[in-house]
Structures are given as structure tokens and as C-alpha cells.
């Protein structure tokens, strides 16, 4: 089961990596609120002043947002990638507005609540202002796609105007299922669903978009009927510039691969095709390393998901009523007849289900209660992540995340306040010599102290980066210690470690914890190792191809 790989690996623990964050921004909050009075004669020097109170605001919103601090991930596509369709997929409900066009015209913010509440503001003389609670999805689906994007996609033809932004709050999976991203209690998810860039066409926009990049964990959604050798190279292109606007980055973002149903029988086999693209993407961005690139069916995952909603799968139950459950499996039906005809002989319990499902279609005959039982839908959601690819990128995610945590979540909250900080250190560096010399010594001193806090608030964003790495390193040396002392509490003790499993917890737990990340490395296993070796056997695999395989996880 698919499932039984979430909620068992226990994450690093990021409150104490939060809280540092929090007092080194209280700290220089105070040191700012200090300045004028140890220095009244800065109140008449209008360019400090100005600074002052840019850099105090931005590090007043930078402790607001830590005091609730959230995981925000940007969706960014090229041309025709399916990006609303992944995006509904992963929130287990349908607001983002698809379209066989280009439907991704403006910014769409989702933010997770437990209250739901739509908010735009109006554009004159193009859609008016919407301030609503309580509103359906539907609804919101609907007046989206509809009363906003639509119309600026046709305006913005005749003329320029701002990126239309729609706030959704509401459930949204990622953060309902609390296991699923292991994220510390009170961390919050959002999502940004933006435009291609290929849309954006004056440089206001485009820079309002880059600072939502910037901002963000991103995912770079591609389609994979544009990676053959014809369309590849504009596909490169545009990937370039979405990487470009990231500051070339490539750490802060997952490539998907999406529509790799859409495969032919002519086609070369999937694992080949991304081997040859994520080549061609290195040697384009001229990076360090292959990017790895996750191949997805969206369109699949998003009918499992929405029918099933934004709950747990695992221990919930539906948050769809029975007319939209049977509305998305007859659209599923024939939609991902491709996917079905692949994917559903690997269980014969969900082969025999959508054979009653589709049967019951096909007489016109109502779906029985019994065909859309919790456990039924349960098990077609689960059988989807696992051959949509959905499991894979929630895995690639939840890793990042945790390797990242600073990076992700609390980096792009310092960036502007660092800025602002960086230049009034350079506007007091140029204090005029002819101020009374007992305010120089003052600001001099207040001048110093915000430098270190700056070089402080630095190191320590450098820091976490490196603190898996050393987490890692301990733990190995703590295994081998262990395994050479054979001593056997040291030994349980250094195993525990390793999986992020609670020393105190009883051993039914830990047996039971244990047992899932036994599953999980069986997957990887299966993958790295396995499946490599079998290509080398029955499908011809060069010897230097398996090499080539095998290095990327073996030494």
C-alpha cells in the first residue's frame, strides 16, 4: 500500500530552529528602536530616517510572519504543463481553473484554514471586487475561471494590466493530513499557482511574479509531450528563464514531468526519455549535478484526490458528497482510460472495482453506496499515488523540506529585512562627520551592534543548511561505535537514531515505526537498485549504463 509509507519516518524537529530565528529578529528589532534615542539629532536626517523606518517595518511584518510561519510553495509551468491540474491534485479540491488553453492567467494564493473565504480586488471597468466567506468550490471555480481569468487573458491582449491575485483560504490537504509534510506544529502551508512566464508580457509583472519565485519552494511543472527533440528546445527555454527568475537556484525547486501517460508506443522508454532530458537541462542551466525529475499523471491523481477531498486517506473519511464522487470517476473513466489500461492490472482488487464502476456507466445504472464505500475510494486513491507519480513527489517534497527547513520556510521571510538592514548599515557607515561627536559614539556603537546581529541573523541561515549534513555524519559514527562495542542497548539506541525513532517509545511502537521505514527503503530499494539490475538482465542495459544507475545511490 502506497499509504503506509507516509506518517512513519519521523522529521527533524524545527521548533528550536524557529524559536532561534524569532529572538535574533527580537534582538534587532530592539536594537532599531534604540537608535533615535541614543542619537536624537538623527531624527533631521531624512535619508536614515527613511531607512530606519523601511528596515523597522520589514523586520515587524518578518517577526509576523515567523509568529506564524508557513511552508509556501509556488507552481510555475511552461507552456500547457497542466499545473492547475497537479495543483488541484495536491490540494484534494478543484479551485484552480484548468483548461485545454492557457488557463493560469493570474496569481491564485491558497491558503490553508479551517474557515472557508474568496477574496479579488476589483479591476475598473474588467471584474469587481469579491469579499465573501462561506463560499463553495464551485462557486469559486466557476467566478475564477470565468469572471477573472478569462477576462484578463482577453484584456491584457489590448492592454497592460496588473496580474490579477485571488486569496482562497481553506483546507488544503498538504497541511489537514499533518503527516503527510511532517511539518512542526503551527507551520502553516499556502500555494501559489502562477502564470508561465511565457504570459507575462511587461516587466511590472514580471518582476511580481519573480518575488513570489523568490519567496517560495517552487515546483517547475513541464509536460512531457514537448520533450522530444522537436519541441525541446523552446521547452528549454522557457524552463531557462523560470530558473533565471529564481536567481538560478535549482535547491529551492522539484522538476515534474507531467502527462507521461501521454507516452507512445514509438516513444523511448519513460526512464530514457527523462535520462536525455534532465541531461539536456543540465548542460542548458550548466549545472553541477543531473537535476532529478519526477514523472507524474496529474490528470489521475486530480480525479482520485478530488473525489476523495482534502482529508487524510489513511485514517479520514471523504469530504465529497456522492454526486461528485460519481460525476469525477465517470470523467476519470474516460479522461485516464490510457493511465487505467497501464496501471490497473498491478491489483486486481481495484481492476474489479472500476470494472463495476464502469459497467454500472455503461448501463446507465446508478453507482451503488456500496461501490462508493470509504474503504473502495481508499483503495483507488491509494493504487493512484502510487502510479501517478503522486507518492514520489510527495516523498521528494517531504525530504526537501526537511533537509531545507530554514531554507524553505524561514530564509524567505529574512530576505527583504535583510535587505533593508544592509543599507541603513550603509546610510549610518556614512554619518556626517559633523554631528556632535557624543551622537557619532552613540550610533557608532548602536551601528556596530546591528552589524553583528546582521552577521548573526547570516551565519545562522548558513548554518541549518549544514546541520543535516552533520546529523547524518553523527549518527554514523554513533552506528559504527555501537556495532563495534556490540553492545546491544547501544546498538537499539544508535538504530532509533538513524530512523528518527523515539528511544522512550514502547517497543510495539518503535517495532511498528521501524516496520514502515523497512517498507520505504524496500520502495527505494526496488527503484535504485532493483529495477537497474533487471533492465541490465532483460532489456539489454549497457554495463556502463548500470554502472551509470547504480552510482547515483551506491558509493
Same mark, same amino acid.
Given at each position: 500500500?502506497?499509504?503506509?509509507?507516509?506518517n512513519?519516518?519521523?522529521?527533524?524537529?524545527?521548533?528550536?530552529?524557529?524559536?532561534?530565528?524569532?529572538?535574533?529578529? +527580537?534582538?534587532?528589532?530592539?536594537?532599531?528602536?534604540q537608535?533615535?534615542?541614543?542619537?536624537?539629532?538623527?531624527?533631521?536626517?531624512?535619508?536614515?530616517?527613511?531607512?530606519?523606518?523601511?528596515?523597522?517595518?520589514?523586520f515587524?511584518?518578518?517577526?509576523?510572519?515567523?509568529?506564524?510561519?508557513?511552508?509556501?510553495?509556488?507552481?510555475?509551468?511552461?507552456?500547457?504543463?497542466?499545473?492547475?491540474?497537479?495543483?488541484?491534485? !495536491?490540494?484534494?479540491?478543484?479551485?484552480?481553473?484548468?483548461?485545454a488553453?492557457?488557463?493560469?492567467?493570474?496569481?491564485?494564493?491558497?491558503?490553508?484554514?479551517?474557515k472557508?473565504?474568496?477574496?479579488?480586488?476589483?479591476?475598473?471597468?474588467?471584474w469587481?471586487?469579491?469579499?465573501?466567506?462561506?463560499?463553495?468550490?464551485?462557486?469559486?471555480?466557476?467566478?475564477?475561471?470565468?469572471?477573472?481569468?478569462k477576462? *484578463?487573458?482577453?484584456?491584457?491582449?489590448?492592454?497592460?494590466?496588473?496580474?490579477?491575485?485571488?486569496?482562497?483560504?481553506?483546507e488544503?490537504?498538504?497541511?489537514?493530513?499533518s503527516?503527510?509534510?511532517?511539518?512542526?506544529?503551527?507551520?502553516?502551508?499556502?500555494?501559489?499557482?502562477?502564470?508561465?512566464?511565457?504570459?507575462?508580457?511587461?516587466?511590472?509583472?514580471?518582476?511580481?511574479?519573480?518575488d513570489?519565485?523568490?519567496?517560495?519552494?517552487?515546483?517547475?511543472?513541464?509536460? *512531457?509531450?514537448?520533450?522530444?527533440s522537436?519541441?525541446?528546445?523552446?521547452?528549454?527555454?522557457?524552463?531557462?528563464?523560470?530558473?533565471?527568475?529564481?536567481?538560478?537556484?535549482?535547491?529551492?525547486?522539484?522538476?515534474v514531468?507531467n502527462?507521461?501517460?501521454?507516452?507512445?508506443?514509438?516513444?523511448?522508454?519513460?526512464?530514457?526519455?527523462?535520462?536525455?532530458?534532465?541531461? +539536456?537541462?543540465?548542460?542548458?542551466?550548466?549545472?553541477?549535478?543531473?537535476?532529478?525529475?519526477?514523472?507524474?499523471?496529474?490528470?489521475?491523481?486530480?480525479?482520485?484526490?478530488?473525489?476523495?477531498?482534502?482529508?487524510?486517506?489513511?485514517?479520514?473519511?471523504?469530504?465529497?458528497d456522492?454526486?461528485?464522487?460519481?460525476s469525477?470517476?465517470?470523467?476519470?473513466s474516460?479522461?485516464?482510460?490510457?493511465? !487505467?489500461?497501464?496501471?490497473?492490472?498491478?491489483?486486481?482488487?481495484v481492476?474489479?472495482?472500476?470494472?463495476?464502476?464502469?459497467?454500472?456507466?455503461?448501463?446507465?445504472?446508478d453507482?451503488?453506496?456500496?461501490?462508493?464505500?470509504?474503504?473502495?475510494?481508499?483503495?483507488?486513491?491509494?493504487?493512484?499515488?502510487?502510479?501517478?507519480?503522486g507518492?514520489?513527489?510527495?516523498?521528494?517534497?517531504?525530504?526537501?523540506?526537511?533537509?531545507?527547513f530554514?531554507?524553505?520556510?524561514?530564509?524567505?521571510t529574512?530576505?527583504?529585512? !535583510?535587505?533593508?538592514?544592509e543599507?541603513?548599515?550603509?546610510?549610518?557607515?556614512?554619518?556626517?562627520?559633523?554631528?556632535?561627536?557624543?551622537?557619532?559614539?552613540?550610533?557608532?556603537?548602536?551601528?556596530?551592534?546591528l552589524?553583528?546581529?546582521?552577521k548573526?541573523?547570516?551565519?545562522?541561515?548558513?548554518?541549518?543548511?549544514?546541520?543535516?549534513?552533520e546529523?547524518?555524519?553523527?549518527?554514523?559514527?554513533l552506528?559504527?561505535?555501537?556495532?563495534?562495542?556490540?553492545?546491544?542497548?547501544?546498538?537499539?539506541?544508535?538504530?532509533?537514531?538513524?530512523?528518527?525513532?523515539?528511544?522512550?517509545?514502547?517497543?510495539?511502537?518503535?517495532?511498528?515505526? !521501524?516496520?514502515?521505514?523497512?517498507?520505504?527503503?524496500?520502495?527505494?530499494?526496488?527503484?535504485?537498485?532493483?529495477?537497474?539490475?533487471?533492465?541490465? *538482465?532483460?532489456?539489454?542495459?549497457l554495463s556502463?549504463?548500470?554502472?551509470?544507475?547504480?552510482g547515483?545511490?551506491?558509493?
Amino acid at each position: 500500500m502506497a499509504f503506509q509509507q507516509i506518517n512513519r519516518t519521523l522529521m527533524t524537529q524545527h521548533h528550536n530552529t524557529l524559536e532561534d530565528a524569532r529572538n535574533l529578529i +527580537a534582538s534587532i528589532q530592539e536594537n532599531l528602536n534604540q537608535i533615535y534615542a541614543v542619537a536624537p539629532t538623527l531624527n533631521g536626517n531624512n535619508v536614515i530616517h527613511e531607512s530606519l523606518i523601511r528596515s523597522a517595518a520589514d523586520f515587524k511584518l518578518a517577526a509576523e510572519k515567523l509568529a506564524h510561519p508557513a511552508l509556501r510553495i509556488a507552481t510555475i509551468g511552461t507552456t500547457s504543463a497542466g499545473k492547475s491540474t497537479l495543483v488541484n491534485g !495536491l490540494i484534494g479540491r478543484q479551485i484552480a481553473p484548468m483548461d485545454a488553453g492557457e488557463m493560469s492567467a493570474g496569481i491564485l494564493h491558497l491558503v490553508h484554514s479551517d474557515k472557508r473565504y474568496l477574496k479579488i480586488d476589483a479591476v475598473k471597468n474588467l471584474w469587481d471586487k469579491v469579499d465573501a466567506a462561506n463560499v463553495d468550490d464551485n462557486v469559486i471555480y466557476e467566478h475564477v475561471r470565468e469572471k477573472v481569468f478569462k477576462v *484578463y487573458h482577453d484584456a491584457k491582449q489590448k492592454q497592460t494590466i496588473p496580474v490579477p491575485t485571488i486569496r482562497v483560504e481553506g483546507e488544503l490537504l498538504p497541511a489537514a493530513w499533518s503527516d503527510l509534510l511532517q511539518l512542526p506544529a503551527g507551520v502553516n502551508v499556502e500555494i501559489f499557482d502562477l502564470p508561465g512566464l511565457n504570459n507575462i508580457n511587461d516587466k511590472d509583472n514580471f518582476k511580481v511574479i519573480q518575488d513570489y519565485l523568490e519567496q517560495c519552494f517552487s515546483l517547475v511543472v513541464m509536460n *512531457y509531450l514537448h520533450t522530444d527533440s522537436a519541441s525541446r528546445a523552446e521547452l528549454l527555454k522557457e524552463v531557462k528563464k523560470i530558473v533565471d527568475a529564481l536567481g538560478g537556484k535549482t535547491d529551492a525547486m522539484i522538476f515534474v514531468l507531467n502527462a507521461v501517460d501521454s507516452r507512445s508506443e514509438n516513444d523511448d522508454s519513460l526512464e530514457d526519455r527523462i535520462k536525455e532530458f534532465a541531461n +539536456a537541462i543540465q548542460k542548458e542551466l550548466k549545472l553541477k549535478e543531473t537535476p532529478n525529475i519526477i514523472p507524474v499523471s496529474a490528470r489521475a491523481l486530480f480525479y482520485a484526490q478530488c473525489t476523495w477531498g482534502w482529508n487524510s486517506p489513511v485514517n479520514g473519511e471523504p469530504t465529497t458528497d456522492k454526486k461528485f464522487q460519481v460525476s469525477q470517476l465517470k470523467k476519470f473513466s474516460i479522461d485516464c482510460a490510457k493511465f !487505467l489500461k497501464e496501471h490497473r492490472k498491478h491489483s486486481n482488487e481495484v481492476k474489479n472495482w472500476l470494472r463495476d464502476i464502469e459497467d454500472a456507466i455503461d448501463d446507465n445504472d446508478d453507482i451503488s453506496n456500496e461501490l462508493l464505500s470509504t474503504e473502495n475510494l481508499k483503495l483507488w486513491v491509494d493504487w493512484t499515488w502510487q502510479y501517478s507519480g503522486g507518492l514520489n513527489l510527495w516523498g521528494e517534497l517531504r525530504q526537501r523540506v526537511d533537509e531545507r527547513f530554514s531554507e524553505i520556510v524561514i530564509a524567505p521571510t529574512l530576505i527583504q529585512p !535583510l535587505a533593508s538592514l544592509e543599507i541603513l548599515l550603509s546610510t549610518l557607515n556614512e554619518y556626517s562627520v559633523i554631528q556632535r561627536q557624543s551622537d557619532k559614539e552613540a550610533v557608532e556603537k548602536k551601528k556596530t551592534e546591528l552589524e553583528q546581529k546582521f552577521k548573526e541573523l547570516n551565519f545562522f541561515l548558513e548554518q541549518e543548511s549544514l546541520e543535516f549534513e552533520e546529523q547524518i555524519k553523527e549518527t554514523v559514527e554513533l552506528i559504527s561505535s555501537a556495532m563495534a562495542s556490540q553492545d546491544e542497548q547501544e546498538i537499539d539506541f544508535a538504530i532509533k537514531k538513524l530512523f528518527g525513532i523515539d528511544n522512550d517509545l514502547e517497543e510495539s511502537e518503535a517495532a511498528e515505526k !521501524l516496520n514502515g521505514v523497512v517498507a520505504e527503503i524496500k520502495v527505494d530499494l526496488r527503484n535504485s537498485v532493483i529495477l537497474p539490475v533487471r533492465n541490465y *538482465y532483460l532489456n539489454g542495459l549497457l554495463s556502463s549504463e548500470l554502472c551509470e544507475e547504480l552510482g547515483k545511490s551506491l558509493p
